[in-house]
């Protein structure tokens, strides 16, 4: 079994299959990184893109996020387990009217795997929610999800929200979703982008070196 044929797995939408060779992989030498990055992350990818050209639709997209966690929830005691003095407690959410978290969820996984304290607000949260997480928590990061350009406007309202409670300068603001963009998180100000998690994760630790 390999990892190409998990990704494999994750596109034909077979629940079982992707079980299996997870569980496989992991009793063998493949690394939960290689099992995140190279089988679930590139699974998803090439089934957004079904979608994008319409070969996919919504059934078949949920029916690949459900296998998607299926293998996600095995790996992530392992990527846990590597943690080591945490960096600094990020917060981390998906906006209001937003129910789409699975990058999301691998952002937060991947932050805890490389030592950071992260408080998960979940999805479809209200702009007051982040305002007092960050009020409340006084994290190094906020950091914004959203899948849809309905709801990406809201990351705006949020940072709007920040400055009007003197908030704005004791937290780093960073974006990322399918909506968003550099030029978006420029326009909006936010602190940066993260085009998917791993670049997220990478930009994150630039903002918070001491």
Do not use: W
Request: proline fraction near 2%.
């Amino acid at each position: 079994m390999t990892v190409a044929e998990l990704k494999e797995a994750i596109i034909r939408l077979d629940r079982k299959k992707v079980e299996e060779l997870t569980t496989q992989l992991l009793k063998g030498s493949a690394k939960a990184e290689e099992i995140l990055n190279d089988g679930l992350i590139a699974g998803m990818r090439e089934v957004g893109e079904l979608f994008a050209r319409k070969e996919y639709f919504v059934p078949e997209v949920l029916l690949a996020a459900d296998c998607f966690y299926i293998a996600f929830n095995l790996i992530t005691p392992l990527l846990k387990a590597k943690k080591g003095k945490e960096k600094g407690k990020i917060v981390i959410g998906v906006v209001q009217g937003d129910i789409h978290d699975i990058g999301k969820n691998i952002v937060k996984v991947m932050l805890e795997a490389n030592g950071y304290e992260v408080i998960d607000l979940g999805r479809d949260v209200p702009h007051h929610r982040f305002v007092k997480a960050v009020r409340e928590e006084k994290p190094k990061v906020l950091a914004l999800s959203a899948l849809m350009t309905t709801t990406m406007l809201g990351m705006a309202d949020i940072i709007q929200m920040l400055k009007e409670e003197k908030l704005r300068e004791e937290v780093k603001v960073i974006i990322g979703g399918a909506a968003t963009s550099a030029e978006f998180a420029s326009k909006i100000g936010a602190d940066g982008y993260g085009e998917d998690a791993t670049a997220a994760v990478k930009i994150i630790e630039s903002l918070t070196i001491e």
